[in-house]
């Protein structure tokens, strides 16, 4: 599956705040990005059912 780029516009603090959390994680900032889109989209009742699922490299 082809991915969609798009250009993000992030504050310096809450970047710094996304790659340590991805870091904590193991995943890359594009990846936790990712992964908080995800989830908050699934939380919202919003999630496509036919979205394949993510590929995880969580400790969890």
Avoid: C
């Avoid at 504050?11 to 193991?26: C, G, H, I, N």
């Avoid at 989209?41 to 969580?58: F, I, Y």
């Amino acid at each position: 599956m082809a991915k969609k780029q798009y250009p993000l516009r992030v504050d310096p603090e809450l970047w710094a705040a996304v790659e340590r959390w991805a870091s904590d994680e193991l995943r890359s900032v594009n990846g936790q990005m990712e992964f908080i889109i995800r989830d908050s989209l699934k939380r919202a009742g919003r999630l496509p059912k036919d979205l394949p699922p993510a590929h995880t490299n969580s400790r969890r």
